[in-house]
C-alpha cells in the first residue's frame, strides 16, 4: 500500500474513532438524530455537519465474521441484505446506536476474486474491560496480538490489538479514558 492509502485510511480511522469515543459534538451530544434508522444513511438535524456512520470491511465467510462481532462485542444485527451480483451484507451495531458507528461487514458476490485476508485495516473499540474483551475475542475465534496493559505514550488508558477472523486488526481502549486512537 503507498504512503497515500495509508494515511487515507489514518483519516478515516481517527474519524471513526473520534465519532466513537466522542459520541459527537458539542452542538449534538448525542452524535446522532435519534430518530433516524439505523444503519441508513439520513442526513443529520445540522446541515452543515458530516458524521461517520459506519465502516465496512470485506469478509470471507459473513455469517462467522457476523457470529464473531457478536460474541466478541455483544454487537447485534442491526439490518442485511444483498446487492444481487455485487455483494451481501451485514449491518452490525449496539442498542444505542447514538454513541458509535455500525460496522458493516461486506461478503462480494461479483465472481471476482477478493482478498479478505490482513488487510491494513484498524477498528477502535472503546470498551469497559479490554482484558474480558480480548478473552472473549480469543473465544470467539479471534487472535491477541498486544494485551490490554496500561499505555505511557495515552496517559495510561489501557489498550490492547487484537485481530478478527479475516485478520483485521482491532483496537480495545479503555472506555471512558477519553484518549484519542494511538494510531
Known amino acids: 500500500m503507498g504512503d497515500r492509502q495509508a494515511a487515507r485510511l489514518a483519516v478515516v480511522a481517527a474519524v471513526l474513532c473520534a465519532v466513537v469515543a466522542c459520541g459527537g459534538t458539542d452542538d449534538d451530544p448525542a452524535g446522532a438524530d435519534p430518530t433516524a434508522q439505523p444503519a441508513t444513511v439520513e442526513a443529520t438535524s445540522a446541515p452543515n455537519r458530516t458524521t461517520v456512520g459506519a465502516a465496512g470491511i470485506g469478509v470471507a465467510d459473513l455469517q462467522a ?53 490482513e488487510n491494513p485495516v484498524k477498528l ?34 489501557v489498550v490492547g490489538l487484537a485481530k478478527d477472523l479475516d485478520g483485521y486488526t482491532l483496537e480495545l481502549l479503555e472506555a471512558g479514558t477519553g484518549t484519542a486512537t494511538g494510531g
Open 65 to 117: 465474521s457476523s457470529e464473531f462481532y457478536r460474541s466478541a462485542f455483544g454487537m447485534s444485527e442491526l439490518r442485511s441484505f444483498e446487492i444481487p451480483g455485487y455483494m451481501d451484507e451485514i449491518i452490525l451495531g449496539f442498542d444505542d446506536m447514538s454513541k458509535g458507528a455500525a460496522v458493516v461487514l461486506m461478503h462480494y458476490t461479483d465472481g471476482r476474486d477478493h482478498d479478505y485476508a
Open 124 to 157: 477502535v473499540f472503546y470498551v469497559p474491560d479490554p482484558t474480558a474483551t480480548a478473552r472473549a475475542i480469543e473465544a470467539a475465534g479471534g487472535s491477541i496480538v498486544l494485551e490490554p496493559a496500561p499505555q505511557a505514550a495515552l496517559g495510561d488508558a
